[in-house]
């Protein structure tokens, strides 16, 4: 991939837009996960591109550029998190959003399941929701200790309770 | 059964979650980043070049011995101040780019800099305005003024200014304080399988 910032203007825009169009959903459903806001998400997904634009030059091929990208991104969202005031996230209340806004149609009743997963996902501690969206994003288990820099013994624990959270959210909400 | 209770669909689901692209507009944020930077630190030096500028038109239209060590005590101030904010942001700006247990870590030392911060400005309040008070009596006896002259007027000034400093460092601090024990959890949950 051309290197960001040492190219010129044009090829520089060219490898972020190359990093966009990779990773760039994987990091909006990460913002989606730690702000409802849409404002306010969209102001996380701006940031965490900054950071990821400024690293660049560090980037070594140590790590694969997934990786690369989503640690900047899943530290973004810890600064993020401290930051700002703690949330309440009320599954239910988002369930009778969903609800509100569910049709007959199979796109309408997925975007509904996407947004049901979502809330119970935000219900999880931090470190867990960190875990359980990067397994989601299809890591590897190796892959995430990797990102977060914790062990795969960590990594492979909170996986479990975080499932288990997550399904007993899900039912309840049912 | 609702599809959304087999863990197997969770992944499908995930990948559903109607996230709309952000227009992006890096270029400008840093440029708006590089202003709002160059205010700050243009109006920090602009404070400091503008209080010794002054301190020292006042000592050479009346050069005084009084004048020289007020000089000497401003710029006494103003080194240790400097010092002190250079060795207390030293190591503190690594790449964003690690992983985020070492991240947490680097965000843990910001934490702790702004909080020796903070106690640091309230520490240098206090001193210089027991300086001041000094200063103040010590030259109101030297014209023979057991309580010297505008000696209301001074306290009023100095209690006003302190206050002032002392509510921001406070509200720092505070701010800091609750930020670390927030990055305190995460590295806890980081580092072991604990609940």
Not at chain 2, 15 to 25: G, S, Y
Not at chain 2, 50 to 58: D, K, N, S
Not at chain 2, 160 to 189: D, K, P, T, Y
Request: hydrophobic letters at 50%.
């Amino acid at each position: 991939m051309t290197p960001l910032p040492t190219a010129s203007a044009e090829s520089e825009t060219t490898a972020l837009d190359e990093l966009l169009e990779k990773h760039g959903a994987a990091v909006r459903r990460l913002a989606s996960l730690f702000e409802r806001s849409r404002a306010d998400r969209d102001d996380l997904v701006q940031d965490i591109w900054l950071a990821v634009w400024r690293a660049w030059p560090r980037f070594r091929s140590e790590a694969s550029e997934r990786t690369f990208v989503l640690r900047i991104a899943h530290n973004r969202a810890v600064s993020y998190v401290c930051q700002r005031h703690p949330q309440h996230h009320d599954l239910a209340a988002a369930a009778d959003v969903a609800d509100a806004a569910a049709g007959p149609e199979r796109r309408l009743a997925s975007r509904q399941e996407a947004e049901r997963l979502l809330e119970a996902l935000r219900t999880l501690p931090l470190v867990s929701r960190q875990v359980m969206s990067l397994s989601l994003e299809g890591l590897a288990q190796r892959e995430i200790a990797d990102v977060l820099g914790t062990s795969e013994s960590n990594v492979a624990v909170r996986l479990h309770r975080a499932r288990a959270h997550l399904r007993k959210v899900l039912e309840d909400a049912t | 059964m609702n599809r959304l209770e087999s863990p197997e669909f969770w992944s499908v689901a995930w990948q559903q979650i109607d996230a709309e692209p952000v227009a992006l507009d890096l270029r400008r944020t840093v440029a708006r980043e590089r202003v709002r930077m160059a205010i700050v630190v243009g109006s920090e030096a602009l404070v400091v070049i503008g209080t010794l500028a002054l301190a020292i038109v006042m000592v050479v239209r009346e050069p005084s011995v009084e004048g020289l060590l007020w000089i000497g005590s401003l710029l006494l101030f103003f080194a240790a101040t400097i010092a002190f904010a250079i060795w207390n942001r030293s190591g503190l700006w690594n790449a964003a780019a690690e992983t985020t247990a070492a991240y947490v870590a680097l965000r843990i030392d910001r934490c702790c800099a702004r909080i020796l911060a903070a106690r640091f400005a309230v520490g240098l309040v206090i001193v210089e305005s027991l300086f001041v008070i000094c200063w103040h009596f010590v030259g109101g006896w030297m014209d023979g003024l057991l309580v010297p002259a505008n000696l209301a007027r001074t306290l009023l000034l100095l209690a006003g200014a302190s206050a002032a400093v002392l509510l921001f460092a406070n509200h720092h601090q505070r701010r800091a304080e609750r930020e670390l024990e927030q990055l305190r959890g995460i590295r806890a949950a980081l580092g072991s399988t604990a609940p």
